[in-house]
Each structure stands twice: as C-alpha cells, then as structure tokens.
C-alpha cells in the first residue's frame, strides 16, 4: 500500500513520516509496559491458576479496583493455593460416627469435608434416617426394642413425627428446635451402632467409633495402627482402647473422645456365626437397652456389654484418645511430647483450623508423603486396599521411630503461643505483679486446683490460701508468691484456681461491662513461668525437633 502512495502526501512530507514512525514505536512500547505492569498485580500461584494468568494478561484493560470485593479479598472464586495433602485411604478402619438429628447439620459436614474422605469406610448414625449430600445417614434407634427403652423414646417418636410434617428440627441458624430432649436418646445407640458397624464390615480390622464433634488427627492414625497391629494381631487379639471414665466402679471408654475396637474384640461379643443372627443380637440388643434405660450414658453401657458380656476392659490410651480440643487441653509434661489421636467438643470452625493447622504440620515435617512399607502402586491406585490383618511382611517389620507424629507441643505452638497475652496488665492504677490477665475469661485453672469457701474451711488450710478466694489480687498473689510451680490462676467472687499446667481457656461471654466481665472470672499468666516450663517440656521431645 505505501509503495503506491508515490504520489500520496506522505512522500512529499519526510517529518511526516518521521513523527509516524516515533508514535507507533512508542505506543509498541507503552502496550508492552502495560502487559508487565498488567500482569504484576497477579502475582503466579500454581500451575493450576495458570489460566486464569493467562487471561488476566490478555485483558491488559481489566483493572485491579475491578477485580477486588468491598473487603479487599478478590471477587473471583479463587483456586485452592496449594492441592490438599489426602494421605493413603485407611480402608481397614471403619469410622463409625453417632450424632443426634438436632445437630447433625452443625456438626456433620465439616466432619466430611476434613477428615471422613481418609476414611473410605465411614458410616453415619443419628436418630432419624436421612441423607447428607450424598451420604446416608443411618437411624441408630431402628433396632432399638421400644417395650424395653421404656418412656424416653417418645422423643424418638416426636422427632419422626415432626420430620415426617416436613418440619425442621433445627433453625436457619442451625439452632436446636424444641427437641432439646433429643439427646436423652443419645444413650441407646452405641450398642446397635456396634452391631450394624460389624454387620456392614464384618472383615474389617478396625473400628473406631467417635462423636460429631470429634475430630481425628488423621495422619497420625497409619504409624499408629502399624504399630498397634504388631503387637495385637487384630484378629486374635481382642483391643478396646479408650480414654478410660468410672461410673460407680464401672470402666469404660469416654464416647466422645473416640473408643477403638478390633475384630477380635467384637467377635468376643459377638461370636462368628452370629453376625446375622438376628435372635442372638435382639437378645443382646434388648438386654442392654434395658440397661441403657436406667443408665446415663450409651458409652458406660457399651462398656458393660464389653466388660461382662465379651470379657474385654477398655484400656486407658489417653491422651491418644482425649476429650478436649486446643483450647481446653491442659498443657503439661504429662502430654507435651506425646502424639494426639483424637479431639472432643469441637466447634465446626475450630474443627477447619485444626485441619488447616494437621495440612500445614505435614508440610512442615515431610510426612505428606510418607507410606507404610510395603505399599504398591496398586494401593496407591486404589485396586488393592490396604489390610492390616494381613500386612506386608515389610511393613510388619517397619521402623516406625522415625515417623513424626504431630504432637500436642505442635498444637501448643500453633495454636495457644501466639494467642497468649504478653504483656503484663496495668489497669485502673493496679497492680497485677507479673501476670497477664484476661478479664471475662475462664482459663480453667479451677480443674487443677480450686480453693473456695469449703477448702478455706478446712483445718488445715493456711492463711494464703484462704485470703485466695477474698480477691483477685490475693489470688494472683497465691499463684506467684505462694506456689513456686504455679502458671496460671482464675478468679470469680469465692473461688480462685491455681494451676501447674497451661490450659488457655475461652470467653465466657462475648459482651458485658467491664463489672460484669470482672464477675464472672479473670484469668491470669505468668508468663516468664510459662515460658521457662515449655521450654522444659520441648526439650524432652526426643528426636522430634523440627
Ligand atoms: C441376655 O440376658 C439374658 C438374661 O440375663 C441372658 O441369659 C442372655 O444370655 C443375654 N444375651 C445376650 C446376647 O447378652
Ligand atoms: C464456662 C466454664 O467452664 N466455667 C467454669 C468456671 O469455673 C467454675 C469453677 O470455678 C466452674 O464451675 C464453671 O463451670
């Protein structure tokens, strides 16, 4: 086209063509300047968000103010960071889980969007038959005997009757509807859950059962259960393992923070052949409802059917079954460097923290992708599963020292250091000596060692500790002066708690004056105290720094 512009004003004017060719270098170059100013402020992630670079650098116009939400977080839905770490399934522990309909939707699903996919063999139990996403949700009372249940199951039957007119029986806000009473049946399911979890899985090796706010440490379940299946061949030798609770005498493994039992176990109770028959377990089934009806708990209940009927006490495993979560743990030499199976009365939020806090420790120490001797591509394909019962010999031969296990000290660390109030507390003029302090706040102190009215009235309590429960400072004072090994202390109007172990503690209300916070208790730290006493602890870690 130029060449036949001979006659065009372009060949008459040479500036003109000079000014042309400097407009279009230079617009040549502000476009490319724009792509890479464009594309800085899409800073690359993973290969997964490549596209969406991709096409953020092609849409140089897009501008940042665009892209980004009234509260600063993008608009776009953004790709998971990182893949999340999925360990190797554990196919040879069925996960059996017992809730109540009135909760089941707070608690339930951020179970199955944590910890349930490592455990294939996962089964639900509330008491009404019902459906989450795709899961079925079993009713444990089906099986329940109502001539023997005696008159609590009438909430059983409200409940289905209120289901069944379509009505609901928790809020939009996930808060109980009137059935509060829901969970007086809670007691009756442990039994049949028992039976159906065998029923469904009768060649499994493992069953552990646990609650709705349980929450598993998962990763650390597979060194765990090598280990355990060396010792105790799980089909020949029977396991009940607990965190151990006494009523009237009576052992049995604490529900809620998770009992194992393994087949051996089971069978005891009940004997091959009698999986199915259903004589047998009606007969089992009513003898131990009856019991349930005048008891107060299904676990206690499970334990009796454990203790007399199948021979089998349940062992104290704590704190590897344990029924605290981070906040409520009392930290303390007696834990700090041990391993953590389980956590109880988890809140559906904390439950995604301790899940973010399980994905970022096997990061940090290398055991995403660590395997049990022994495991083949087929495994890891999922065309054989895994059995513990009939391991590889290499795994059974395996050195499991080396595993690092996340311990409560990793809780401490993520969770409670960096919570803690440092800097020691000057308010209104007072003096508050070394401790930091929480007002509104129960740092249970209390459980360790509460004075009140009735220890001040003892003979032989001495002045400290009855001037303790007079005032916040008195308290505080019995903590720093008057027990050398104190770390923490609570005060509410009488009582004043003093403890040898970090426990961090919650809110008691979330709103209130400052008198009314005051009332209802103060929390205080020592802190150098702490920090002396966990370094201790850490330092009898063996092998496990990181
Ligand atoms: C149920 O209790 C009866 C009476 O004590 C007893 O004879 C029977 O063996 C028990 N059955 C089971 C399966 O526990
Ligand atoms: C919320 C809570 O756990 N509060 C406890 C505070 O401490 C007293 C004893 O000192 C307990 O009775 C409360 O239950």
């Not at 202390?489 to 172990?501: A, E, Q, T």
Request: glycine share 6%; net charge neutral; hydrophobic share 35%.
């Amino acid at each position: 086209m130029l060449a036949t512009a001979a006659s065009s004003p372009l060949r008459r004017s040479p500036l003109l063509v000079c000014i042309l060719i400097v407009l279009v270098t230079q617009s040549y170059f502000l476009f490319k300047y724009n792509v890479q100013a464009a594309t800085r402020f899409y800073p690359s992630k993973d290969p997964a968000n490549s596209q969406d670079e991709l096409r953020s650098t092609s849409t140089v116009i897009v501008t940042r103010t665009a892209l980004i939400g009234p509260s600063g977080t993008s608009a776009i839905l953004q790709q998971p960071t990182k893949s999340p770490i999925r360990g190797a399934p554990l196919h040879d522990i069925v996960l059996s889980i017992k809730t109540g309909a009135t909760v089941i939707h707070a608690r339930v699903p951020i179970q199955l969007l944590t910890f349930i996919p490592s455990f294939p063999n996962t089964l639900i139990y509330s008491d009404l038959k019902t459906k989450l996403g795709d899961w079925e949700v079993a009713d444990a009372l089906a099986r329940v005997s109502s001539d023997v249940a005696g008159d609590t199951l009438k909430y059983w039957r409200k409940m289905q009757e209120v289901h069944s007119q379509g009505g609901g029986l928790m809020d939009s806000d996930g808060k109980m509807a009137d059935m509060k009473e829901g969970w007086e049946l809670d007691k009756f399911k442990n039994i049949p859950i028992l039976i159906e979890s065998y029923q469904k899985y009768p060649h499994a090796s493992y069953y552990l059962f646990i609650d709705g706010d349980t929450s598993l440490m998962t990763s650390n379940w597979w060194p765990y259960l090598i280990d355990l299946t060396k010792l105790h061949d799980p089909l020949h030798s029977p396991i009940y393992w607990g965190s151990l609770a006494l009523l009237n005498d009576m052992p049995f493994g604490h529900g809620g923070s998770g009992y194992l039992i393994n087949q051996a176990a089971i069978r005891k109770l009940i004997p091959e052949g009698k999986a199915f028959d259903e004589a047998y377990l009606g007969d089992l089934e009513r003898n131990y409802t009856k019991l349930a009806s005048h008891s107060c708990c299904g676990d206690l209940v499970l334990g009796r059917a454990m203790t007399d009927r199948a021979g089998v006490t349940v062992k104290h495993k704590w704190p590897w079954y344990q029924g605290e979560t981070w906040w409520s743990i009392p930290y303390h030499e007696s834990n700090f460097c041990k391993p953590m199976g389980t956590m109880h009365h988890v809140l559906p939020e904390d439950m995604q923290e301790i899940w973010d806090f399980e994905q970022a420790m096997l990061r940090k120490t290398g055991m995403d992708k660590w395997r049990p001797a022994g495991w083949t591509p087929e495994h890891e394909q999922g065309m054989i599963e895994w059995k513990f019962s009939d391991m590889p010999r290499e795994a059974k031969k395996m050195d499991t020292s080396k595993y690092k296990y996340i311990l409560f000290r990793d809780m401490y660390d993520w969770f409670i250091a960096p919570r803690l109030p440092r800097e020691p507390t000057k308010e209104k003029g007072e003096d508050w000596g070394e401790s930091t302090v929480r007002i509104g706040w129960d740092n249970r102190s209390w459980r360790e060692e509460e004075l009140n009215k009735d220890s001040a009235a003892k003979e032989d309590a001495v002045d400290w500790q009855k001037e303790a429960i007079t005032s916040e400072k008195n308290c505080r004072i019995a903590c720093e002066k008057h027990k050398k090994d104190c770390l923490q202390w609570y005060y509410r109007p009488g009582v004043c708690g003093i403890s040898i172990k970090l426990n961090y503690g919650h809110r008691l209300r979330d709103d209130g004056t400052y008198r009314e916070l005051r009332d209802l208790g103060v929390s205080g730290w020592v802190m150098s105290r702490v920090e002396a006493k966990v370094e201790e602890w850490r330092s009898k870690c063996p092998g496990q720094v990181i």
